[in-house]
């Protein structure tokens, strides 16, 4: 009978605890090409005008600096330009991507800009940013 109890109460234990833990929700990454727009919140849009500066170590080289990233972003709000702004990425990933605020609550993460410059090809890369909606 004490055991019966006993097992009883590790597994209601065990269930407690697994529905206390919460699933994190996907991000959904989309791929902004250079030139081209992303629709953020139905109303909102983030133009991908320019990349400004690549100063990221070639792969396949060493570097003293790792180097940064700038680019040129046009946020745009019913299909009228609110402001065009210049953003440094560097040291970015999943865990600490760029985070663009449109509006109090409306934002979105950018999590790279691809490609990586390499030894051979330094210059003339097809950019495309790396970007999601966060939820609030």
């Not at 109890?5 to 959904?28: D, M, N, R, W």
């Not at 081209?36 to 396949?60: A, M, Q, W």
């Not at 800009?113 to 003339?124: A, F």
Request: hydrophobic share 40%.
């Amino acid at each position: 009978m004490k055991k019966s109890i006993l097992t009883l109460v590790l597994l209601l234990t065990g269930l407690v605890i697994q529905a206390q833990q919460k699933t994190a929700t996907p991000v959904i990454v989309k791929k902004l090409p250079l030139g081209k727009s992303i629709i953020v919140h139905t109303n909102y849009s983030v133009d991908f005008l320019e990349v400004t500066e690549d100063s990221r170590c070639p792969t396949g080289t060493e570097c003293i600096w790792a180097g940064q990233v700038k680019v040129l972003l046009m946020i745009c709000k019913d299909g009228e330009e609110m402001e065009k702004k210049e953003v440094i990425l560097k040291d970015l990933s999943t865990e600490n991507p760029f985070q663009l605020t449109l509006a109090p609550s409306i934002k979105v993460n950018i999590y790279q800009l691809k490609p990586h410059p390499t030894i051979e090809n330094k210059n003339n890369l097809d950019y495309y940013l790396q970007i999601a909606e966060t939820k609030n």
